[in-house]
């Protein structure tokens, strides 16, 4: 039999409420157990918590229980919504956790019950997931929106079943001259699901957003990368001296700037001559994460930059000293006194506008892109394919593709890492 689980739902004691939940066959029998006889369905009721033995007073707490039917597990379900000090809550867990057949949740355990019995499909835990993590404006709407995706997956996945049942008719038909074969709308359809599934398909992905703009402080040494970078994250992220070659390794800051993540990589300053074999390791690391940039600013007025077009961004460091020449053209930035700051983090958020997903649109996780990518490849390969037999056998594969993505056919390994990443008592 299936255990029954439980686990703090909110966050750490002490807490005004900590709400626990229970899930399982043994749920409402343990509510009962705990406040005599059971308040009505989906009403939030105040009870008194006793221990079932000793009838030692636990807490006085509001409680509700929701049938399998209606919960979001699948599973009988309880919350006790209890006074949030830590030794309520050690109390009443100890109770719940004496029961036979009664254990403490796994991480994500509440969610991969609500995916095993059909409550949740993989696309809408996924979501739920990025709800969870996000930290910032534009992660939360993205999560949101990324909800959207399941029920458009399910369009899809009608559409290629109603696609394929008309080309499983045409084969058997094809033998009969005399009765024409649906090809017309075969190929409307095919069509429309392709240029739909390319429309999100070229989208910019979710990944950006959630891991942060990665945005790489490039330049000669002593022009102020360092200063820059924390005066941005406000903190002291990286040692700063006058001293050229302070910085050596790369550094990461991940920051919030306009409601945006960026990760701020500090670099070593770039120099040939006269550097020594350290300094050089530092400057090809450098080097390497200018390459993999989002955006590179590029902190030497003189110098050609190392990138070019879209990623770059040409600032004039350290403009509030005398003497340093004003590049023109080239906005003026000073750590010291916070010039350009402003213009600086408004560029940068306009640029990183372009490589996110637009608000509130849907974009893909590097793993739901995968699948879809292969469900529109099935479809490209469907309709160029002249052979009936092997034209089906390519819709069957956009089909898996599909199933991959929701989790339908989910493999074991995948869920696993997926459900990892939720905390006890989701
Ligand atoms: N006046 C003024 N001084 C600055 C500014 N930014 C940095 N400095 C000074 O310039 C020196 C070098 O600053 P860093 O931030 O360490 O420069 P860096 O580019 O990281 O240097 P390396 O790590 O050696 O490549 C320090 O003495 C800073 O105090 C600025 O905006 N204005
Ligand atoms: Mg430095």
Redesign the pocket.
């Known amino acids: 039999m299936t255990d029954t689980i439980f686990a703090l739902s909110s966050g750490a004691p002490p807490a005004a409420i900590a709400v626990v939940r229970v899930s399982g066959p043994q749920a409402l029998e343990l509510l009962e157990a705990l406040v005599g006889p059971l308040p009505d369905e989906r009403r939030l009721s105040l009870r008194t918590l006793r221990a079932p033995g000793s009838g030692e007073l636990l807490d006085r707490a509001l409680v509700v229980w929701f049938a399998g039917e209606r919960s979001v597990t699948g599973e009988a379900l309880v919350e006790l919504h209890l006074h949030g000090g830590r030794a309520v809550l050690d109390a009443v867990e100890a109770v719940l956790a004496d029961m036979p057949g009664v254990r403490r949740a796994r991480p994500g355990e509440f969610t991969w019950r609500a995916f095993r019995n059909g409550r949740l499909d993989l696309v809408q835990v996924e979501s739920l997931s990025d709800l969870l993590r996000a930290e910032t404006e534009a992660q939360r709407r993205a999560a949101l929106a990324e909800e959207g995706l399941s029920g458009k997956v399910e369009q899809w996945r009608r559409a290629l079943l109603h696609l394929s049942a008309l080309v499983e008719a045409a084969l058997d038909q094809s033998d009969e001259d005399d009765v024409p074969s649906d090809r017309t709308a075969i190929d409307a359809l095919g069509a429309e699901l392709i240029a739909d599934l390319g429309r999100v398909l070229a989208r910019p992905g979710a990944e950006r957003l959630f891991d942060g703009v990665r945005v790489v402080f490039a330049?000669?040494?002593?022009?102020?990368?360092?200063?820059?970078i924390?005066a941005l994250a406000g903190r002291e992220v990286?040692?700063?001296?006058?001293?050229?070659?302070?910085?050596r390794d790369v550094i990461e800051a991940p920051v919030k700037l306009g409601g945006v993540a960026f990760v701020l990589t500090?670099t070593?300053?770039l120099r040939g001559a006269g550097s020594d074999p350290i300094e050089r390791i530092g400057i090809e690391r450098a080097e390497r994460r200018i390459a993999e940039a989002d955006l590179v600013v590029w902190?030497d007025e003189t110098a050609e930059p190392h990138v070019r077009g879209d990623r770059l961004i040409r600032i004039h460091?350290?403009?509030?000293?005398p003497g340093r020449e004003q590049a023109a053209g080239l906005l003026p930035?000073?750590?010291?006194?916070g010039e350009g700051l402003g213009a600086l983090v408004a560029l940068l958020v306009e640029r990183a506008a372009q490589l996110l997903p637009r608000e509130s649109e849907l974009a893909l996780s590097r793993r739901q892109r995968e699948h879809l990518a292969r469900c529109h490849e099935g479809l490209l390969q469907f309709r160029q394919e002249p052979d009936e037999l092997i034209a089906a056998e390519h819709l069957r594969v956009a089909r898996q593709a599909l199933d991959d993505l929701t989790g339908r056919a989910g493999t074991e390994d995948l869920l696993d890492a997926l459900f990892a990443t939720f905390c006890i008592g989701k």
């Open positions: 330049g000669p040494p002593n022009s102020g990368k360092s200063s820059l924390n990286a040692i700063t001296s006058a001293i050229a070659g302070t910085t500090d070593a300053g902190m460091p350290r403009s509030d000293e930035v000073s750590a010291v006194t």
